[in-house]
T-cell receptor
Framework: EDKVVQSPLSLVVHEGDTVTLNCSYE??????LLWYKQEKKAPTFLFML????IEKKSGRLSSILDKKELFSILNITATQTGDSAVYLC??????????FGTGTRLKVLA | GAGVSQSPSNKVTEKGKDVELRCDPI?????LYWYRQSLGQGLEFLIY????????KSGLPSDRFSAERTGGSVSTLTIQRTQQEDSAVYLC???????????FGEGSWLTVV
């Protein structure tokens, strides 16, 4: 059965801290790994990763994929209160299936 | 439209009533998904539409759930005889046919009392 596991389930940090969120996956016909940020209802897209070892970066956020060990990490440096959210990762299987993890709930304290 | 549009944003209904949730995908997006997210849970796949192909309904939890997509654009998710366990956020997402990234609407928060 396809599955995506995220850790930790929740995390509380202080502003300025650096956090690393983990996502491991086991899916058939793996194609890509996506990260989303969910603050209220709609998850918003952060990154899509398809190749191992190539870091994607956007401001203070970065992500990398390891297709040999079947995991991805999302790093957030110099965290801000606005980074508080649930971070979801999803692995795509085949041509159209997206398998989501349960998310990591991040709370950044001022 | 600029983004995926869903309505209603919030719906409170009595147990046993039917509800309809609507999704208007991004213009030009031929692939459309419905997901359900219960409190504190991940996204549960419900159904997938791609163009005129037969939909993948494998995620629908029971025969009380159905969905259609008219004219290859707007989709309606119908829940008949709602139960309290149906309370959740129902998220719609769409993407272009050849794309990898799905884009979500704001969701419809359903509460069954």
């Amino acid at each position: 059965e396809d599955k995506v596991v995220q850790s930790p389930l929740s995390l509380v940090v202080h502003e300025g801290d650096t956090v690393t969120l983990n996502c491991s996956y086991e899916v058939t016909n793996f194609r890509s790994l996506l990260w989303y940020k969910q603050e209220k209802k709609a998850p918003t897209f952060l990154f899509m990763l398809t190749s191992s070892g190539i870091e994607k970066k956007s401001g203070r956020l970065s992500s990398i994929l390891d297709k040999k060990e079947l995991f991805s990490i999302l790093n957030i440096t110099a965290t801000q209160t606005g980074d508080s959210a649930v971070y979801l990762c999803a692995a795509t299987s085949g041509t159209y299936k997206y398998i989501f993890g349960t998310g990591t709930r991040l709370k950044v304290l001022a | 439209g600029a983004g995926v549009s869903q309505s209603p944003s919030n719906k409170v209904t009595e147990k046993g009533k039917d509800v309809e949730l609507r999704c208007d995908p991004i213009s030009g997006h031929t692939a459309l998904y419905w997901y359900r997210q219960s409190l504190g849970q991940g996204l549960e796949f419900l159904i997938y539409f791609q163009g005129n192909s037969a939909p993948d309904k494998s995620g629908l939890p029971s025969d009380r759930f159905s969905a259609e997509r008219t004219g290859g654009s707007v989709s309606t998710l119908t829940i008949q005889r709602t139960q309290q366990e149906d309370s959740a956020v129902y998220l719609c997402a769409s993407r272009v046919s050849s794309g990898n990234t799905i884009y979500f609407g704001e969701g419809s928060w359903l509460t069954v009392v």
